[in-house]
């Protein structure tokens, strides 16, 4: 999937939590069909603290 068929729709920025990535998981696994997509990554400036991303997939006629 290319930069150009994805996109950021939010970002929040939460405390870290063990857990989090399985609801992200989860979010992925059960929203695949509404184009929509899940990350979750450790912000860059406060490693005690993640950003969580939806972003929207386009489709693209091949």
Known sequence: MTHDQVRLLSTVTIEKTPDVY???D???RTLKEKNLMFGLALDETDKERMV???YETLEVDS
């Open 26 to 28: 989860s979010l992925n």
């Open 52 to 54: 969580f991303s939806i």
């Open 22 to 24: 399985k609801l992200v």
